[in-house]
C-alpha cells in the first residue's frame, strides 16, 4: 500500500488521439509523473490521467511542458486519497509477450509465463510496464543482440521498474546495474528483481548520469527523453567499453529526433548499427569504435 498523497492530474486534449496521449506521457514522465490511465471524463470525452506525489506537484513546470507540445491540451488537478495503486494497475494490466520469447506480467498472472524469458512486476507507481512501444522495441534489440549481453556488464539508465534489468541478468549478464533520477523508481526496480530472483547480479541506484564513472559497461541502455540522452550521450559513451554496445530510445520515428541523437553520437566514437520502428517511435543500436 503506497499512503502518499497523490495529485490527480486530468489532461483533456482538443483534439485526443492515443498517439497524443503516448506523447504527453512521454514528456510528462521526466517531471516526474508516475503512472497514467486512459479515461472518460462527465462530458464524454476521452481524457488521459497523470498521477503525481503531491510533494513533487508542480503546475508551472506542468505548463511549461504542455506548452511545448504540437498539440492543445488543458488540464485541472484534483488531490486523491491513499489507495492501493499496485491493485488497481494490477485489475487493468494484461500480460506482454514479446517476439514469443519474453513475457510481461503480473504477481496475478499465475499461469502466464511460458516463455522462454519470464518476467513478474510490481510497477510501485514507476514507470514501464513493457506496454509502450519504446520499451517494446528495446526488449526486440536486446534479443537480437543477446550475445553482447551474456557473460558481460550492463547499465539500465532510467531504469523504471527494472524491466530490461532484469531481462539482462535473465540472458545471464554477468552484473547489471540500474540508474533512475526517481528514488520510487530505483527502489521499485530492486524490488523486481528481488521478485524475479535476480537481485545478486543486479543494483540500482537513485541519481543521474554522473553515478556512472562508478564503472565501464560493455553495453548501455537508456530508453528515456532525447534531450535527456543527447544531453548525456558524452557520458554515456565515456563509461562505454571500447567495442560496447548502446541501445536508446525514447524518441520519434523523425528526423527532428533522430538526426541529433546520431550527430551527439557520432562525435562521441558511436556508430549506427542496428533501428526499429513502432507507432512513430523509433529505437537505435549503436557501436562504439
Known amino acids: 500500500m503506497n499512503s502518499e498523497e497523490y495529485i490527480e492530474v486530468t489532461l483533456t486534449f482538443k483534439s485526443y488521439s492515443e498517439e497524443n496521449a503516448e506523447i504527453t506521457e512521454a514528456f510528462l514522465s521526466d517531471l516526474p509523473y508516475d503512472s497514467f490511465m486512459e479515461d472518460t471524463d462527465a462530458a464524454g470525452r476521452q481524457v488521459l490521467k497523470a498521477y ?135 527502489r521499485s526496480a530492486y524490488e523486481n528483481a528481488f521478485l524475479n530472483r535476480v537481485s545478486r547480479h543486479y543494483e540500482t541506484y537513485c541519481g543521474d548520469a554522473s553515478l556512472l564513472q562508478m564503472g565501464k559497461y560493455d553495453v548501455l541502455m537508456a530508453n528515456i527523453h532525447k534531450n535527456i540522452i543527447i544531453m548525456d550521450l558524452r557520458t554515456y559513451a565515456l563509461s562505454l567499453r571500447k567495442g560496447g554496445l548502446m541501445l536508446l530510445s525514447g524518441f520519434y520515428d523523425s528526423p527532428e529526433d533522430l538526426d541529433p541523437v546520431l550527430k551527439e553520437a557520432s562525435r562521441h566514437g558511436l556508430s549506427l548499427i542496428g533501428s526499429r520502428r513502432l507507432d512513430g517511435w523509433s529505437c537505435i543500436a549503436l557501436r562504439k569504435g
Open 52 to 186: 503525481i506525489g503531491k510533494s513533487s506537484y508542480d503546475p508551472r513546470a506542468l505548463k511549461v511542458v504542455l506548452s511545448g507540445l504540437p498539440f492543445q491540451v488543458d488540464f485541472y488537478a484534483n488531490m486523491v486519497p491513499p489507495r492501493n495503486w499496485n491493485e488497481q494497475w494490477e485489475d487493468n494490466f494484461k500480460p506482454i509477450v514479446v517476439e514469443g520469447k519474453v513475457t510481461i506480467k503480473s504477481p496475478r498472472h499465475k499461469g502466464a509465463g511460458r516463455t522462454r524469458f519470464n518476467i513478474t512486476v510490481n510497477p510501485r507507481m514507476a514507470f514501464g510496464t513493457g506496454h509502450h512501444s519504446t520499451t517494446y522495441m528495446m526488449i526486440e534489440s536486446m534479443l537480437e543482440y543477446e550475445q553482447d549481453i551474456r557473460g558481460h556488464t550492463v547499465m539500465d539508465m532510467g531504469c523504471g521498474t527494472g524491466i530490461l534489468g532484469i531481462l539482462a541478468v535473465k540472458m545471464h549478464a554477468e552484473h547489471v546495474y540500474g540508474i533512475d533520477i526517481d528514488a520510487v523508481a530505483a
